[in-house]
């Protein structure tokens, strides 16, 4: 099994910032793609960046100019750098990667999620 640990997040004012990390950890032979999605109250979960292992990255229109994703490989963590915060980011944030196991199994992986709130 694959376990990924968020954290960061918390009460933030417009225009403040905020960092989210999230470690993988487990039966790991190779992290693929990891990012960071969102779910707001009554909306869908949607991506908010993602990055591949060679370092390529994708960002919401929304959020572009404004949160910077990146990960260290060799420890299976990814960041996401949030500024010039606005209240519609608030949302829980959730980290997800894509593994191959050690047997070769590839696997979608979601974490807890984090709260993200930032106040007008």
């Known amino acids: 099994q694959v376990q990924l640990v968020e954290s960061g997040g918390g009460l933030v004012q417009a225009g403040g910032s905020l960092r989210l990390s999230c470690a993988a950890s487990?039966?790991?032979?190779?992290?693929?793609?990891m990012g960071w999605y969102r779910q707001a109250p009554g909306k869908q979960r949607e991506l908010v960046a993602s990055?591949?292992?060679?370092?390529?990255?994708n960002y919401a229109d929304s959020v572009k100019g404004r949160f910077t994703i990146s990960r260290d490989n060799a420890k299976n963590t990814v960041l996401l750098r949030m500024n010039s915060l606005k209240p519609e980011d608030t949302a829980v944030y959730y980290c997800?990667?894509?593994?191959?196991?050690?047997?070769?199994?590839?696997?979608?992986?979601w974490g807890q999620g984090t709260q993200v709130t930032v106040s007008s």
């Open positions: 997800n990667a894509l593994v191959l196991s050690r047997e070769l199994r590839s696997g979608n992986y």
């Open positions: 487990g039966n790991i032979f190779r992290v693929y793609a």
């Open positions: 990055i591949t292992s060679d370092g390529n990255t």
